[in-house]
């Protein structure tokens, strides 16, 4: 690939990019307002024309998004979530040790099936209730979920925002993103859950007391509507199996008619039409009978609906349009195929280290919008079978988060709950746990690259 020079244009278009992306790490400023300012700069001084930008929104994962916040917001008003950690704390007897195991592996593996931003803003606040009854420190409790859920969301497709990105800008499927990273997250994450306990057990005792207290609490006291969870659990079921096979269920393609669609020859149904039939069924089911009380009007169940993380990722596609259209897209490209030399083993490393370091500096969001562009280019220019290169990206990006506080959404999330509490989880504290375990889950992952995609015909 020829090295393509960046016009003026092109350095503002980088310009605007670089310093919305330091705004945004820096965590000062609200990230979803510089993202729409840096998007409104692309166009307003024409970087790029306001066609172009629109079109490369990708709808299928702003609408994915959304169909799944709406889901979520009618399903936590059944007390479905708070009945699982209850359950779960009941599950270990009282026993602080067993806690480290089971709530970790609870926010793992509820995290592959809502996203994991979702599933700690459920489960922090009953885990400072926990340990809060049990009279233990909640904070090592709390960074190990947070863990666990960084971890277990890189198994799915709709697991962590990253993967929605790269599953619709790839055209991978719920069941490719099970198949290819489910083998290596469990790995990774009993690797963690065994490390975890040798790095707290010291902490935490077995008290009379605690198990005493667990043994009195009633999980199905957290059941605020038990019609409406009956309705979320078969809704969910069935967006579950449609998830899966939705890349099977062929859907009418009007000629000349394309909106992320990667395959044209073989239009298929697409996540964001499975997150919207989740949504709507529960919008309509929560209203009629039988139910407990009164519902929220639909109004303000959309009110409740992340407004500014779905404008933050307009804003992001748009000034992701303007380093496409002024060549800067091209000219990265083709750098990191002359730094590979087209090796695609050595490629896929470079981008699974890369994207973990870039997200732990700064956050994954932005990195994988920005380098989504140079895989499809990769390709395009005959760089070789590129599905390798989408795996690594995915981890990189969703096990790079655990590195330090800014890596995703959710452990910024998590650490504003849990300092409001009263239990300050510091820089330091979690820097600490998270650098070797960032590490070890690399190696992990570089291994398992090496060995499915490109073992023996590397040697």
């Keep these: 690939m020829e090295t393509v020079t960046i016009t003026p244009k092109g350095w503002i278009a980088v310009g605007i990019f670089a310093l919305s992306y330091i705004a945004i790490a820096t965590d000062k400023f609200d990230r979803a307002m510089i993202a729409v300012v ?81 599933t700690m803003i459920l489960l922090t606040p009953m885990t400072l209730i926990i340990a809060d009854t049990l009279r233990i420190d909640p904070v090592p409790l709390i960074i190990s979920e947070t863990f666990a859920s960084n971890i277990g969301g890189t198994a799915t497709l709709i697991g962590d925002p990253p993967h929605m990105l790269i599953g619709s800008a790839a055209g991978l499927s719920f069941l490719d993103f099970l198949v290819n990273l489910a083998p290596v997250v469990l790995i990774i994450l009993a690797v963690f859950l065994f490390l975890n306990d040798i790095t707290y057990r010291k902490r935490y005792k077995k008290t009379q007391q605690g198990g005493a207290t667990v043994a009195a609490f009633s999980p199905r006291k957290a059941i605020k509507d038990p019609y409406l969870m009956w309705k979320s659990v078969g809704v969910l079921g069935l967006i579950l199996a449609l998830f899966m096979f939705h890349h099977l269920i062929p859907m009418p393609h009007p000629a000349g008619i394309l909106i992320n669609q990667v395959d044209s020859s073989k239009p298929h149904m697409l996540p964001a039409t499975v997150a919207l039939i989740g949504a709507s069924l529960l919008l309509i089911l929560c209203q009629l009978p039988p139910r407990k009380g009164r519902m929220d009007s639909m109004g303000v169940l959309l009110s409740e609906v992340d407004w500014p993380t779905l404008f933050f990722f307009i804003g992001m596609f748009v000034m992701v349009a303007g380093l496409n259209a002024t060549g800067v897209i091209d000219a990265v490209a083709g750098l990191l195929v002359n730094l590979t030399r087209t090796h695609m083993l050595f490629t896929a490393l470079l981008v699974l280290w890369g994207s973990a370091f870039m997200t732990m500096v700064l956050s994954a969001v932005p990195f994988v919008v920005a380098i989504i562009p140079v895989i499809q280019i990769i390709h395009a220019q005959g760089g070789g079978n590129v599905i390798p290169l989408w795996w690594a990206l995915s981890l990189g990006a969703a096990l790079g988060a655990n590195g330090t506080f800014i890596g995703s959404a959710a452990n910024l999330v998590v650490i504003g709950i849990s300092n409001r509490s009263g239990h300050r989880i510091s820089f330091g504290e979690f820097t600490k746990r998270g650098i070797p375990l960032t590490v070890i889950s690399l190696v992990i992952s570089s291994l398992y690259i090496w060995l499915r995609y490109f073992w023996p015909e590397w040697l």
């Excluded at 079109?55 to 609408?63: A, F, Q, R």
């Excluded at 009945?83 to 592959?112: D, N, Q, Y």
């Design 38 to 118: 840096g998007a409104t700069l692309m166009l307003a001084l024409g970087i790029v024309n306001q066609e172009t930008a629109f079109m490369k929104i990708d709808l299928n994962v702003i609408l994915l998004l959304a169909g799944m916040m709406v889901m979520v917001n009618v399903i936590k008003r059944s007390g479905l979530f708070e009945w699982l950690a209850l359950s779960s704390a009941k599950l270990t007897g009282g026993h602080p040790r067993l806690l480290l195991f089971v709530l970790p592996l609870v926010a793992g593996l509820t995290s592959a099936f809502l996203d994991n931003v979702t």
